[in-house]
């Protein structure tokens, strides 16, 4: 059965006839009620003929009460279905509300409020039903109370209650006709309720159009940095088999170095020189001056050669003059009333300053310049004590004019060393040698142990002093295949030991 939407919605025509019915039996009876009231007054004379009447009439009106109490009955329950029809359009507004959570729970709202109008259609079938038989219930007691009215000509008292019970009655029949309006104008908002479920689907779904948009275009983003990260690591790949080719130290054939700008070079202290390699180009941030290397570190001019120029006046007598600091006569440039002078026609001091002296004094009131490249002078001074070492001297450059003819010394000892390539050591006391090591005795009766447990080429080196009873013990192995130790009867000896094999032992020369 369709839903009653009130004016102007949706309704059933079977329904509002029921409605319209019920109200005219109403007035019907209201009517009677009066016609039998009329006709009391008239029956009162025959009103103890109608006694057994009044009888029948008051059961009747008894029976009428009961159907009045049965409509009641029935007003209540299409309360109570107005009620559930009022829970069903609560249980529809949580869907709704649900529905804007998720699409989900939208779909399971449109169910719910489906399932929800379709019980309200339960219930207003029902009111309707309620209502019918209420009406059937007025007509019956309106029959009743034609019947009573025929006998009442003497009962108009219990006529006029009957027409009392129709009256009330007729008022429970219009209240539940108004339980059956608003049980269908719940219906109607449970409708609503699903009209605005099945909207927040829609939006719902939209949403979710809109979101599988959103991911797509996601994905194409996704897809374009992908690509992006790819051509940059393809750059990077690319830019490390670059640095790869080029190493931390490049060489080039040729090299081009365009624009207006400059090409800035490396800069550091002088103690933060590298190890010079011929070619080597720096600035030297201590002296502030550039500097390279062929040999040795030396300056390089910063673009331009610095000259200092000297000017003196000639008074025809003098024929030195003072620079204004050291120069050296390569790096200085002469003229006598702007005529270049020869190196011949002059001299240059290695003082500090640098005195030039002309072979001839210079005419009185000659213009005489002198241009002085500048230079940078290093001074090496005497090495401290102790502070040459063996590495210095070249090999095979220290000759007997260095060595007293009397006396082994330490220059002796250390060019000896020299010579066999050992270290050397000097002991006042017995000890056993290490292998490749020079040992000076420089005390009488004392042992010298050769090493143990020897190597083919491996060597000691014995020098004594001024006395013959210096021991050279064999510490396990042969001397010259003698197992025996071997004493020196020499003073000023120097013998060089060489481990030959197990048989021979240790043999010198």
Same mark, same amino acid.
């Given at each position: 059965?369709?839903?009653?939407?009130?004016?102007?919605?949706?309704?059933?025509?079977?329904?509002?006839?029921?409605?319209?019915?019920?109200?005219?039996?109403?007035?019907?009876?209201?009517?009677?009620?009066?016609?039998?009231?009329?006709?009391?007054?008239?029956?009162?004379?025959?009103?103890?003929?109608?006694?057994?009447?009044?009888?029948?009439?008051?059961?009747?009106?008894?029976?009428?009460?009961?159907?009045?109490?049965?409509?009641?009955?029935?007003?209540?329950?299409?309360?109570?279905?107005?009620?559930?029809?009022? !829970?069903?359009?609560?249980?529809a507004s949580t869907a709704q509300t649900n529905a804007e959570?998720?699409? !989900?729970?939208?779909?399971?709202?449109?169910?719910?409020?489906?399932?929800?109008?379709?019980?309200?259609?339960?219930?207003?079938?029902?009111?309707?039903?309620?209502?019918?038989?209420?009406?059937?219930?007025?007509?019956?007691?309106?029959?009743?109370?034609?019947?009573?009215?025929?006998?009442? !000509?003497?009962?108009?008292?219990?006529?006029?209650?009957?027409?009392?019970?129709?009256?009330?009655?007729?008022?429970?029949?219009?209240?539940?006709?108004?339980q059956v309006t608003l049980a269908t104008t719940q219906a109607?908002?449970?409708?609503?309720?699903?009209?605005?479920?099945?909207?927040?689907?829609?939006?719902?779904?939209?949403?979710?159009?809109?979101?599988?948009?959103?991911?797509?275009?996601?994905?194409?983003?996704?897809?374009?940095?992908? !690509?992006?990260?790819?051509?940059?690591?393809?750059?990077?790949?690319?830019?490390?088999?670059?640095?790869?080719?080029?190493?931390?130290?490049?060489?080039?054939?040729?090299?081009?170095?365009?624009?207006?700008?400059?090409?800035?070079?490396?800069?550091?202290?002088?103690?933060?020189?590298?190890?010079?390699?011929?070619?080597?180009?720096?600035?030297?941030?201590?002296?502030?001056?550039?500097?390279?290397?062929?040999?040795?570190?030396?300056?390089?001019?910063?673009?331009?050669?610095?000259?200092?120029?000297?000017?003196?006046?000639?008074?025809?007598?003098?024929?030195?003059?003072?620079?204004?600091?050291?120069?050296?006569?390569?790096?200085?440039?002469?003229?006598?009333?702007?005529?270049?002078?020869?190196?011949?026609?002059?001299?240059?001091?290695?003082?500090?300053?640098?005195?030039?002296?002309?072979?001839?004094?210079?005419?009185?009131?000659?213009?005489?310049?002198?241009?002085?490249?500048?230079?940078?002078?290093?001074?090496?001074?005497?090495?401290?004590?102790?502070?040459?070492?063996?590495?210095?001297?070249?090999?095979?450059?220290?000759?007997?004019?260095?060595?007293?003819?009397?006396?082994?010394?330490?220059?002796?000892?250390?060019?000896?060393?020299?010579?066999?390539?050992?270290?050397?050591?000097?002991?006042?006391?017995?000890?056993?040698?290490?292998?490749?090591?020079?040992?000076?005795?420089?005390?009488?009766?004392?042992?010298?142990?050769?090493?143990?447990?020897?190597?083919?080429?491996?060597?000691?080196?014995?020098?004594?002093?001024?006395?013959?009873?210096?021991?050279?013990?064999?510490?396990?192995?042969?001397?010259?295949?003698?197992?025996?130790?071997?004493?020196?009867?020499?003073?000023?000896?120097?013998?060089?030991?060489?481990?030959?094999?197990?048989?021979?032992?240790?043999?010198?020369?």
């Amino acid at each position: 059965m369709p839903i009653f939407r009130g004016d102007g919605g949706s309704g059933d025509s079977n329904t509002d006839a029921t409605i319209t019915v019920v109200t005219q039996q109403a007035i019907i009876a209201t009517d009677k009620a009066s016609e039998a009231a009329a006709s009391a007054s008239s029956a009162s004379s025959s009103a103890t003929a109608a006694g057994n009447s009044a009888t029948a009439a008051a059961a009747s009106a008894t029976g009428v009460q009961g159907y009045a109490t049965a409509a009641a009955n029935s007003a209540t329950a299409a309360a109570s279905s107005a009620t559930g029809a009022a !829970t069903s359009a609560t249980n529809a507004s949580t869907a709704q509300t649900n529905a804007e959570t998720a699409e !989900t729970n939208a779909e399971t709202a449109e169910t719910n409020a489906e399932t929800a109008e379709t019980n309200a259609v339960a219930q207003v079938s029902l009111a309707a039903a309620q209502v019918t038989l209420a009406a059937g219930q007025v007509s019956l007691a309106t029959t009743q109370a034609s019947s009573a009215s025929a006998s009442a !000509t003497s009962a108009s008292n219990s006529a006029s209650t009957a027409s009392g019970y129709v009256t009330d009655a007729a008022a429970e029949v219009v209240l539940a006709a108004a339980q059956v309006t608003l049980a269908t104008t719940q219906a109607t908002n449970a409708a609503t309720s699903a009209t605005n479920a099945a909207s927040s689907e829609s939006a719902v779904a939209t949403s979710a159009t809109n979101a599988a948009n959103s991911a797509t275009a996601a994905a194409s983003s996704a897809s374009g940095a992908s !690509t992006s990260a790819t051509n940059a690591n393809n750059s990077a790949i690319a830019a490390a088999a670059s640095a790869a080719s080029i190493g931390t130290d490049p060489s080039f054939n040729s090299v081009t170095v365009t624009g207006t700008t400059a090409v800035k070079m490396s800069a550091g202290t002088t103690a933060q020189r590298p190890t010079g390699v011929a070619g080597h180009f720096r600035y030297n941030t201590t002296e502030g001056k550039f500097e390279g290397y062929s040999t040795e570190w030396g300056e390089i001019g910063g673009g331009a050669a610095d000259l200092l120029l000297n000017s003196f006046t000639g008074d025809g007598s003098d024929v030195t003059f003072t620079l204004s600091g050291a120069a050296i006569e390569n790096n200085t440039l002469a003229y006598i009333d702007g005529v270049y002078q020869n190196k011949t026609a002059y001299t240059v001091s290695g003082a500090t300053p640098a005195v030039v002296t002309f072979s001839e004094a210079p005419a009185t009131g000659a213009a005489i310049e002198i241009m002085v490249a500048a230079i940078a002078v290093t001074e090496i001074g005497t090495p401290a004590d102790n502070t040459v070492t063996t590495a210095k001297i070249v090999d095979a450059n220290v000759t007997t004019a260095k060595i007293a003819n009397d006396a082994v010394t330490a220059d002796k000892i250390a060019s000896e060393a020299i010579a066999v390539g050992i270290s050397s050591v000097v002991t006042a006391t017995s000890l056993t040698a290490t292998v490749n090591t020079h040992v000076y005795v420089s005390a009488a009766g004392q042992t010298i142990t050769l090493p143990a447990s020897p190597t083919i080429g491996q060597r000691v080196l014995v020098t004594v002093g001024n006395f013959v009873n210096t021991v050279v013990g064999r510490n396990g192995s042969n001397i010259m295949s003698s197992g025996t130790d071997m004493t020196l009867d020499s003073a000023y000896l120097s013998i060089q030991f060489i481990y030959m094999d197990a048989t021979r032992g240790w043999v010198f020369s």
